[in-house]
Structure formats: C-alpha cells, structure tokens
C-alpha cells in the first residue's frame, strides 16, 4: 500500500491559529500550510514536500504574474497538522481516518516537518499545537489554494 504525506498550501495576506482562545502562532504575509501524516512516512517525503513549499511560486511579481515564493517575498509560514486530510469517504457518510498516523509515529514526523520548513525558509516558522483542538483564520489571497502530495512527484 502507497502512503502519501500530504499538504494544502493557501497564499495568505494574515493567518492566526488559536488553542482555548489563545493566539498561539500568527504571520502575516505567506502560507498557511496544513500537513496530513501517513505511518509510512519518511524523511524523503518531509524534505521533498518541504522544499516544494518554500520554493513554490505562486506569489505575485511585479507584472502580476506568480513568479516568486515564498522565499523570495520574504514571506511566513503558519504550519498546523491535519489528520483529517487522510480521511477516507468511499464507505458511508462517516469519514474513516485510520490512514492518518497516530500521535507516537505523526508527531516525531510533524516536528522534523517543522525543522525542515525553517531550514529550506532560512527563519522561524509559526506552527498550532499537534493534537489541539485548534481555530485557523486566514484571509486567502487570490485566492491561491494548492493541494500536494508526497508520492505524486
């Protein structure tokens, strides 16, 4: 069985995480990315997926054509885990998730994503707290919604 890390990168101009009404991550101008994690996962995956989203262009040049990344506007990047990105809808109306990776193998992955993330951006990104019940704002810009996977190269 294929397994696939994957992510949905949306182009912001602000997005905020926040866990019991607390602000915990935020940024400005960047992506927001939202990370789904497999068991089968490895290092491969994290680094392909992570150079894929600090080099994407999909920012705006100064002829209006998506010529930058995130890395040449001097962006951000707010990382929160997604579980649900794995959910499986071919048998009734209840989303299974039993393809996303449990919290003992998902957040060693989830934390070498984030090191990963701010190496290749060279800075600190912001991240929401594995496992929390979070609340994500962003305000889409665009909007500019890309959806990766880490077996589909």
């Not at 600090?54 to 990344?69: K, P, T, W, Y």
């Amino acid at each position: 069985m294929q397994t696939i890390m994957r992510i949905v990168i949306q182009r912001v101009t602000e997005s905020t995480v926040k866990v019991n009404n607390q602000i915990i991550g935020s940024i400005q101008s960047g992506l927001l990315i939202l990370v789904g994690i497999e068991d089968a996962d490895a290092e491969e995956d994290i680094k392909w997926l992570s150079n894929k989203a600090v080099n994407l262009r999909i920012f705006n040049d100064e002829n209006g054509h998506m010529n930058l990344s995130v890395k040449d506007v001097s962006g951000s990047i707010l990382l929160a885990s997604q579980f649900t990105l794995h959910a499986d809808t071919k048998k009734g109306n209840r989303p299974s998730f039993i393809k996303a990776a449990k919290p003992p193998i998902a957040i060693p992955l989830y934390n070498q994503f984030i090191q990963q993330l701010e190496t290749d951006l060279g800075k600190p990104i912001q991240t929401g707290d594995f496992g929390a019940e979070m609340q994500i704002s962003l305000v889409n810009d665009g909007p500019v919604t890309i959806f990766i996977d880490s077996k589909n190269r």
